[in-house]
């Protein structure tokens, strides 16, 4: 089993900025998209960000400018920078892993990865 765990949630107003990590275990696939994904309430899970073996990266339009995923490969890291944070960033922010490996743009679509963690919350306050 690969444990995910993300980090770096909290609380900020518009404007701000954090930076939130996801640690695993190993990954099972090394070769499989990772990303970021959020849920606010009543809302779907979407996607946010994802980066494939190669670095390829792909954002949401809602985040592109303002959001740099990352990976360090070496310990199994994956970060998302987020700058410029607004209210509606608001959500539960989750890790994923195992998705399709691919030398193009990741999807962004969670029904594609296979492994999550538990979510960090990032509120936003105006």
């Known amino acids: 089993q690969v444990y995910l765990m993300e980090s770096g949630g909290g609380s900020v107003q518009a404007g701000g900025s954090l930076k939130l990590a996801c640690g695993a275990s190993?990954?099972?696939?090394?070769?499989?998209?990772v990303g970021w994904f959020r849920q606010a309430p009543g809302k779907e899970r979407e996607g946010v960000a994802a980066i494939n073996f190669n670095g390829v990266t792909n954002y949401a339009d809602s985040v592109k400018g303002r959001f740099t995923i990352s990976k360090d490969n070496h310990n199994n890291t994956l970060y998302l920078q987020m700058n410029n944070l607004k209210p509606e960033d608001t959500a539960v922010y989750y890790c994923?892993?195992?998705?399709?490996?691919?030398?193009?743009?990741?999807?962004?679509?969670?029904?594609?990865?296979?492994?999550w963690g538990q979510g960090t919350q990032v509120t936003v306050s105006s």
């Open positions: 994923a892993a195992d998705g399709p490996t691919t030398w193009a743009k990741c999807t962004l679509d969670p029904k594609e990865f296979g492994n």
């Open positions: 190993r990954y099972t696939r090394a070769s499989g998209c």
